[in-house]
């Protein structure tokens, strides 16, 4: 399963912010879709989870939408009212997760690179 972020770059605070993540391989091989965000010297946080197959939705606060496009394997995070701690190094990430770990990065076996999201003032 390889994974593909893009979207990211220099956004304004208060802006909500895009991000998109491209599917492919093996995708029987995964249940859900995870996004997370690394800000500079902290660790990796989860964001936002959607189950592929059904659409569910499991988000780490009001800010954040996450959806899918089966039909075009991407799935898409949204980052509302951005303020200067939103910027981040933002991960998309895939895998078989379990009910109770969806939050945690090792339940997700496959990762992109990663994008780049820096929120000015």
């Known amino acids: 399963v390889q994974l593909q972020a893009s979207g990211g770059g220099l956004v304004q605070a208060g802006d909500s912010l895009s991000l998109s993540c491209t599917v492919s391989?093996?995708?029987?091989?995964?249940?859900?879709l995870g996004w997370f965000r690394q800000a500079p010297g902290k660790d990796r946080t989860f964001v936002g989870r959607i189950l592929w197959g059904s659409g569910t939705v499991y988000l780490a606060g009001d800010r954040f939408t996450v959806s899918r496009d089966i039909a075009k394997s991407t799935a898409y995070l949204q980052v509302h009212s951005l303020t200067l701690e939103d910027t981040a190094v933002y991960f998309c990430a895939a895998g078989f997760t379990r009910f109770g770990a969806i939050k945690e990065a090792a339940e997700y076996r496959y990762w992109g690179r990663g994008t780049q999201v820096t929120v000015s003032s």
């Open positions: 391989g093996r995708t029987g091989e995964i249940n859900s």
